[in-house]
Nanobody
Framework: QVQVVESGGGLVQAGGSLRLSCAAS????????MGWYRQVPGNERELVAT???????NYADSVKGRFTISRDNAKNTVYLQMNSLQPEDTAVYYC?????????????WGQGTQVTVSS
């Protein structure tokens, strides 16, 4: 069993910053890619950023230059630093990890954390 717990969401004014954290725990052999996704009611969940175990990052075009993803492999934790937030960044943000359990890799999701940006 793998648990994924997010923290750090909240309400911020446009132009402000927030930092999201996501920690994984439980029984797994290793954690491979980690990432952040977001979803607005009525829309599909969309990729925000992902990061490999080696530290290679990938970003959605809409957040490039404003958001930074990072990870601490020793703590099984991934972070998302969000700067210059805009109202269109308002969404529920979900953490995703790809963990190897026995010989297979599985996707695990956090419960989601609300980010609201006021204009």
């Amino acid at each position: 069993q793998v648990q994924v717990v997010e923290s750090g969401g909240g309400l911020v004014q446009a132009g402000g910053s927030l930092r999201l954290s996501c920690a994984a725990s439980g029984r797994f052999i290793s954690i491979n890619d980690m990432g952040w996704y977001r979803q607005v009611p009525g829309n599909e969940r969309e990729l925000v950023a992902t990061i490999t175990r080696g530290g290679s990052a990938n970003y959605a075009d809409s957040v490039k230059g404003r958001f930074t993803i990072s990870r601490d492999n020793a703590k099984n934790t991934v972070y998302l630093q969000m700067n210059s937030l805009q109202p269109e960044d308002t969404a529920v943000y979900y953490c995703n990890i790809k963990a190897r359990v026995r010989i297979l890799e599985y996707d695990y999701w956090g419960q989601g954390t609300q980010v609201t940006v006021s204009s």
